[in-house]
Nanobody, 122 residues
């Protein structure tokens, strides 16, 4: 089992920045690829990006490319999502997830955090 806890969400004005953190406990964090997803009210869960277990590879969804950056610190069992130039359409609950390989499909991930709300005002 891997337990994931997100933090860092909040209310920010358009153009601002937030950094989300996802702290893991349980099984060896460095064995898992980590993904970030988001879900806005009335919409399906959407892939944001992911990072390989070593941190050597990252992928991003087109809507966030160039604005969001994923990083991880395996010594701290934590993955981060740095979000810059935020837009109102980035408003959603953001989830981190752990899985065995990089994937943009939410069903590929085994473990999920509880989510953290990000609200971007215009």
């Amino acid at each position: 089992q891997v337990q994931l806890v997100e933090s860092g969400g909040g209310l920010v004005q358009a153009g601002g920045s937030l950094r989300l953190s996802c702290a893991a406990s349980g099984r060896t964090f460095s064995n898992y690829a980590m993904g970030w997803f988001r879900q806005a009210p009335g919409k399906e869960r959407e892939f944001v990006g992911d990072m390989s277990n070593s941190g050597g590879r990252a992928e991003y969804a087109d809507p966030v490319k160039g604005r969001f950056t994923i990083s991880r610190d395996n010594a701290k069992n934590t993955v981060y999502l740095q979000m810059n130039s935020l837009k109102p359409e980035d408003t959603a609950v953001y989830y981190c997830a752990a899985g065995r390989y990089l994937a943009s499909r939410w069903s590929a991930y085994e473990y999920w955090g509880q989510g953290t709300q990000v609200t971007v005002s215009s």
